[in-house]
């Protein structure tokens, strides 16, 4: 748990007013507009929202490997101060790998398929410091023991292929750990691999920060995930976080209504299960008012339509970009209610 | 037939920019000409194959292209002779613009007939069968081989006819064609058109000839616009190596033959010219095949 | 262990029937062709009973089927490809002499042409869009253009005639040179035995312009499939895993290649193989006289026996550079050796 509000410690990461756009000649994708958050040292921070909410766009921003034609068009990443945006490619490079760690979601496109184990810990070692090919194989070794690997020797002398999804996402995880980094990003880490699998790799991500006091930035669409791992949660929606918090709060009273549709989501024993209603905006023309608008079950301030809503404090260190409190008339599952036959 | 059609319609494969299904061959034809209006690279290169085509038969030349001037041989480039003379006194410009009466027919004549062997062979091997497989490896094999010495060898043993130089460039061009039509039809045989019309109670030959021959008429084009590019090069590699065709005709590969005599010593003209035109010729028909690819949305990027 | 026992013994039981199919190949090209080569030999002057002669020494006066029984059972009881019909040495010895002389063009060119392309690929991968990229584009589109003969012609004057840098397209040394002692039979390998250093430099620079001429020619091809699987694998997981890591650009490039090179290594394989027929007319243009400018003059003398010979070597030789070709990107691949 983070400490009390009284003197929080400065935060190791700091994205304020982050806008990313793809751009291309006929049209400009606006994928995330105007995100701010931080994550304090030690803390493990969720991001969820659906497929295509700006969640990975964010994550490459923060790496600083978007993709061209995407690129960062406002706002600031700062680690430790340090704002990454502007930084000479050179010295970013140095940053990645050795402070900022990144878990990707597929272990098996994420490793070299003709490379040596052994010989991709040597390249991701030397790309930092120097070494003793020994040297850096006890530390290859070290870590992959660490990560609960049961015969490190083989698989370093081995190829990604030879190993199972499970080890796969292991090796991938000491790779991205090796070097000790402060700051993890883990991109829906457990994509594809079998539940049980799932349960334990969070784990061992949990753990590997918990005991050197690493930060982390865990993206999923697991509200579950969330729940159980995260201190506190970000939630995206076309482009904008909607709603921060920790995690408690967030997932017990949720100050907005995606975050509650979200919720709603998650399938429950003997309750029916409702999916959401409405389109998402096209992100390639931003509504004048909440993005949320068409979608939403609350919808009444005229505001909404016109003015998109600014994050504002709704309870301590709880923020909502909402323009008016729902939780006073909340029915007891409002979304439910809403798509019973006839609401229409 | 016009439920067939209804259904047709409704059910589209998922690369949305095929047309498909029959009577789309015209349909298609007409998306192509009007595509072509609006994509500067392939009206180009259409407008400069014409071009060439129709001053090789109908442009008044300044000289008599298979008639030499004995007493101006190997003439530097001046107000008489534009690009020049080579040592027999042919005049370099009207031979240039005269050898694509023979070079552009040819190159044309042996990829059609490519095409007219390679389509029907290609629907056949996409046949799912062990002869196909077979047929498959044995065109492996057969491409695989230096497939312009085979067509030296052959113009040369069966004699340097016009009739001969066109097999054997066909001959050279049909297994592109096998290759590509095999791989078009048993892409378009899982899509769901194809599926709609098998289970409508089409017959095979009938979808195989309405259906998925239309649809790869497209990437057809294209690929033939590569091959002529290629015919050309086979053509004047032949002449040039004095196997095709052979003076006093007038064809590019024979003036670089010609000129290749007097490069060494300095008369660049005699073979630069028709060299250039050669180059202009297949960057033309390169354009060409690029701009069609294009259109039909099946370029590299 | 680490290669598939299965698959290559498919090939290598595929082998006698491919042979088979090459020795009917070479056999029916010549003999299944319309035309008659003995009228052509003659000429439009010659008298029947000189035709009747030619065709006698060339076989040609027998039925096909006969003929077919003879050139196989030449084959391998006597391993005979013949005698040249105009020079009436036995073509197996033609073939061997040229043999060495366009294995060092080929490998030579070959080299040059994967550099070439594989920067050209590269560079254009890596600047997707931008002028780099446009720039080597311009380059693929020229060099796939021009024919490899008028290339040559074009270096000829511009390199020689023009900037005096290359010496006379005369061949592998210059016209006064004495040749080294034979001993590998390819001059430049030769004279590195002879320690002839001077005349190491003379070949050297004879080699420059046949050798630009195929890599240029042929960079086109490498320079397109490298930009076409390099940029796919930028774009991949792995790359954006290398990068994360915080591995330099050259290093991610390296990894992006690793996956280049099994169809680059394929591509080599197959104009290897196509080469050595194919650089026939570079070689008549540079007066090389290699196996395929023989070839050439084998085809335009219509020597019957030496084309057959040539054609058979040819596919022999395709179809063991096709067989290594297969061997090496198993090798090259840990995945394939596991399924």
């Not at chain 1, 931080?38 to 969640?55: A, D, F, M, Q, Y």
């Not at chain 2, 089409?202 to 091959?227: D, E, K, Y």
């Given at each position: 748990?983070?400490?009390?509000?009284?003197?929080?410690?400065?935060?190791?990461?700091?994205?304020?007013?982050?806008?990313?756009?793809?751009?291309?000649?006929?049209?400009?994708?606006?994928?995330?507009?105007?995100?701010?958050?931080?994550?304090?040292?030690?803390?493990?921070?969720?991001?969820?929202?659906?497929?295509?909410?700006?969640?990975?766009?964010?994550?490459?921003?923060?790496?600083?490997?978007?993709?061209?034609?995407?690129?960062?068009?406002?706002?600031?990443?700062?680690?430790?101060?340090?704002?990454?945006?502007?930084?000479?490619?050179?010295?970013?490079?140095?940053?990645?790998?050795?402070?900022?760690?990144?878990?990707?979601?597929?272990?098996?496109?994420?490793?070299?398929?003709?490379?040596?184990?052994?010989?991709?810990?040597?390249?991701?070692?030397?790309?930092?410091?120097?070494?003793?090919?020994?040297?850096?194989?006890?530390?290859?070794?070290?870590?992959?023991?660490?990560?609960?690997?049961?015969?490190?020797?083989?698989?370093?002398?081995?190829?990604?292929?030879?190993l199972s999804g499970g080890m796969a996402q292991r090796v991938v995880i000491a790779l991205a750990m090796v070097l000790n980094p402060r700051l993890v990003v883990a991109d829906e880490p457990t994509t594809g691999l079998d539940l049980t699998i799932q349960r334990q790799i969070?784990?061992?991500?949990?753990?590997?920060?918990?005991?050197?006091?690493?930060?982390?930035?865990?993206?999923?669409?697991?509200?579950?995930?969330?729940?159980?791992?995260?201190?506190?949660?970000?939630?995206?929606?076309?482009?904008?976080?909607?709603?921060?918090?920790?995690?408690?709060?967030?997932?017990?009273?949720?100050?907005?209504?995606?975050?509650?549709?979200?919720?709603?989501?998650?399938?429950?024993?003997?309750?029916?299960?409702?999916?959401?209603?409405?389109?998402v905006p096209t992100l390639l023309q931003l509504p004048p008012g909440c993005f949320y608008y068409d979608r939403c079950q609350y919808r009444s301030d005229p505001r909404c339509a016109t003015e998109t809503p600014a994050l504002r404090e709704v309870g301590p260190e709880h923020w909502a970009a909402v323009h008016y409190d729902i939780g006073a008339d909340r029915p007891v599952s409002p979304l439910r209610a809403g798509s019973a036959p006839g609401s229409d | 037939m016009s439920r067939a059609r209804l259904l047709l319609d409704r059910v589209r494969p998922e690369r949305a920019t095929t047309p498909e299904g029959p009577g789309r061959a015209r349909q298609a034809l007409r998306t192509l000409a009007r595509g072509a209006l609006s994509h500067k690279g392939l009206t180009v290169g259409f407008v400069v194959i014409v071009l060439i085509l129709l001053t090789g038969f109908f442009a008044p030349l300044p000289h008599d292209p298979i008639q030499p001037n004995p007493e101006s041989t190997l003439k530097s480039p001046d107000g008489t002779f534009w690009f020049g003379t080579d040592r027999f006194g042919f005049d370099v410009f009207s031979r240039v613009f005269a050898s694509a009466r023979l070079d552009l027919p040819i190159a044309l004549a042996g990829t059609l007939l490519s095409i007219a062997v390679g389509i029907p062979l290609g629907l056949v091997a996409s046949n799912k069968s062990r002869w196909s497989e077979r047929i498959m490896r044995g065109l492996d094999m057969f491409q695989s081989f230096p497939l312009l010495v085979l067509a030296f060898a052959i113009v040369a043993l069966t004699g340097n006819s016009l009739r001969n130089i066109i097999f054997a460039i066909a001959?050279?061009?049909?297994?592109?064609?096998?290759?590509?039509?095999?791989?078009?039809?048993?892409?378009?045989?899982?899509?769901?058109?194809?599926?709609?019309?098998?289970?409508?109670?089409?017959?095979?030959?009938?979808?195989?000839?309405?259906?998925?021959?239309?649809?790869?008429?497209?990437?057809?084009?294209?690929?033939?616009?590569?091959?002529?590019?290629?015919?050309?090069?086979?053509?004047?590699?032949?002449?040039?190596?004095?196997?095709?065709?052979?003076?006093?005709?007038?064809?590019?590969?024979?003036?670089?033959?010609?000129?290749?005599?007097?490069?060494?010593?300095?008369?660049?003209?005699?073979?630069?010219?028709?060299?250039?035109?050669?180059?202009?010729t297949i960057v033309a028909f390169n354009m060409v095949a690029d701009g069609v690819s294009r259109l039909i949305g099946r370029a590299e990027d | 262990m680490r290669f598939r026992t299965g698959a290559i013994a498919k090939r290598l039981l595929f082998i006698p029937v491919a042979v088979f199919i090459v020795i009917t190949l070479a056999f029916g090209l010549v003999n299944l062709t319309p035309g008659d080569p003995a009228l052509v030999i003659a000429g439009d002057l010659a008298a029947d009973e000189q035709v009747a002669e030619i065709r006698a020494e060339l076989g040609t006066?027998?039925?096909?089927?006969?003929?077919?029984?003879?050139?196989?059972?030449?084959?391998?009881?006597?391993?005979?490809?013949?005698?040249?019909?105009?020079?009436?040495?036995?073509?197996?010895?033609?073939?061997?002499?040229?043999?060495?002389?366009?294995?060092?063009?080929?490998?030579l060119g070959l080299l040059g042409a994967v550099l070439y392309g594989s920067l050209l690929g590269t560079l254009s991968s890596y600047f997707r869009r931008r002028?780099?990229?446009?720039?080597?584009?311009?380059?693929?589109?020229?060099?796939?253009?021009?024919?490899?003969?008028?290339?040559?012609?074009?270096?000829?004057?511009?390199?020689?005639?023009?900037?005096?840098?290359?010496p006379a397209p005369v061949g592998r040394i210059g016209l006064l040179d004495r040749p080294p002692e034979r001993v590998t039979g390819a001059v430049i390998l030769d004279t590195l035995i002879a320690r002839d250093w001077g005349l190491l430099r003379t070949a050297f620079h004879h080699a420059m312009l046949p050798v630009v001429t195929l890599a240029l020619f042929y960079s086109s091809h490498f320079a397109k499939t490298t930009r076409a699987v390099l940029s796919r694998a930028l774009n991949s997981d792995q790359v954006e895993f290398a990068r994360a890591c915080g591995l330099s650009e050259l290093r991610v490039v390296g990894y992006a290649f690793r996956e280049a090179r099994t169809p680059v290594v394929t591509y080599i394989g197959i104009l290897f193989a196509a080469l050595f027929g194919g650089a026939a007319i570079v070689e008549t243009v540079f007066a090389w006289g290699g196996l395929g400018q023989w070839a050439i003059d084998a085809m335009l003398k219509l020597d019957v026996p030496a084309i057959q010979g040539f054609i058979l070597v040819v596919g022999l030789l395709t179809l063991l550079v096709y067989l290594l070709l297969d061997l090496i990107v198993v090798a090259l691949d840990p995945r394939v050796s596991y399924e």
């Open positions: 748990m983070a400490p009390a509000a009284t003197s929080p410690p400065a935060p190791l990461l700091e994205v304020s007013n982050l806008e990313v756009q793809f751009r291309s000649r006929r049209r400009t994708v606006h994928a995330v507009n105007g995100v701010s958050f931080s994550i304090r040292e030690g803390e493990t921070v969720g991001l969820v929202g659906e497929t295509g909410c700006g969640k990975s766009a964010t994550v490459r921003a923060v790496i600083g490997l978007l993709k061209p034609p995407g690129r960062i068009t406002e706002g600031a990443v700062r680690l430790d101060g340090t704002d990454l945006v502007d930084l000479p490619p050179r010295q970013l490079r140095q940053i990645r790998g050795a402070s900022i760690g990144f878990v990707p979601q597929n272990p098996f496109g994420a490793l070299n398929p003709v490379l040596r184990i052994e010989r991709q810990f040597r390249n991701v070692i030397r790309s930092h410091r120097r070494g003793r090919p020994a040297e850096i194989r006890r530390t290859a070794l070290a870590m992959l023991d660490a990560v609960g690997i049961a015969d490190p020797e083989r698989v370093l002398r081995g190829y990604a292929h030879e969070l784990d061992l991500i949990r753990d590997l920060a918990e005991t050197e006091g690493r930060s982390m930035l865990l993206v999923t669409h697991d509200v579950g995930v969330v729940a159980q791992y995260c201190s506190r949660v970000l939630v995206m929606y076309a482009g904008q976080v909607v709603e921060s918090g920790p995690v408690r709060k967030v997932l017990t009273e949720p100050a907005h209504p995606y975050t509650e549709a979200l919720l709603a989501a998650v399938p429950r024993r003997g309750e029916r299960l409702v999916g959401a209603q409405g389109t | 001959l050279v061009n049909v297994p592109r064609f096998i290759r590509l039509v095999r791989s078009e039809a048993l892409v378009l045989r899982e899509s769901r058109f194809i599926e709609a019309a098998t289970a409508i109670g089409a017959s095979r030959s009938r979808v195989m000839l309405r259906h998925v021959m239309p649809n790869t008429m497209g990437i057809v084009l294209a690929q033939a616009s590569l091959a002529a590019a290629h015919a050309i090069i086979v053509i004047a590699g032949l002449s040039f190596l004095g196997i095709g065709i052979t003076p006093p005709d007038a064809s590019w590969g024979v003036m670089i033959r010609v000129g290749s005599q007097n490069i060494a010593t300095g008369q660049w003209w005699v073979s630069f010219f028709p060299g250039a035109m050669v180059f202009v | 006066d027998k039925p096909v089927p006969q003929r077919y029984a003879a050139y196989v059972r030449e084959l391998f009881t006597e391993r005979s490809l013949g005698t040249s019909f105009f020079t009436k040495r036995p073509i197996w010895d033609e073939i061997t002499q040229r043999f060495p002389d366009t294995l060092e063009l080929v490998v002028w780099p990229d446009s720039l080597s584009r311009l380059s693929v589109t020229v060099t796939q253009s021009i024919p490899d003969f008028f290339m040559g012609l074009l270096l000829i004057y511009v390199i020689f005639y023009v900037v005096g840098w290359a």
